[in-house]
Nanobody
Framework: QVQLVESGGGLVQAGGSLRLSCAASGRTFRINAMAWYRQAPGKQRELVAA???????NYADSVKGRFTVSRDNAKNTVYLQMNSLKPEDTAVYYCNADIQVNRNYEYSYWGQGTQVTVSS
């Protein structure tokens, strides 16, 4: 079994910072792309940031210059450093990872989500 466990969400004032972490455990033969998504009330889930196993990144336009995604392959962990937070960043943030459980099979896994609330 594979699990993604997120941590680091919470309540912060506008302009503040938070750092999210997501650790993968279990049958992880190889972890490929990892990403953060978010879903605000009444809205669709959207990609926030993604990082490949080689370290290439991409970001949603709304977070460029404020958020930084990184990973520690030795710890099977992906991070999201969020600076200059705005009330519109308020959402449940989900970790996603494409994980090979063996040489032949890759699956997409999701974390349980962590709430980020930015007050104005």
């Amino acid at each position: 079994q594979v699990q993604l466990v997120e941590s680091g969400g919470g309540l912060v004032q506008a302009g503040g910072s938070l750092r999210l972490s997501c650790a993968a455990s279990g049958r992880t033969f190889r972890i490929n792309a990892m990403a953060w998504y978010r879903q605000a009330p009444g809205k669709q889930r959207e990609l926030v940031a993604a990082i490949t196993s080689g370290g290439s990144t991409n970001y949603a336009d709304s977070v460029k210059g404020r958020f930084t995604v990184s990973r520690d392959n030795a710890k099977n962990t992906v991070y999201l450093q969020m600076n200059s937070l705005k009330p519109e960043d308020t959402a449940v943030y989900y970790c996603n990872a494409d994980i090979q459980v063996n040489r032949n099979y890759e699956y997409s896994y999701w974390g349980q989500g962590t709430q980020v609330t930015v007050s104005s």
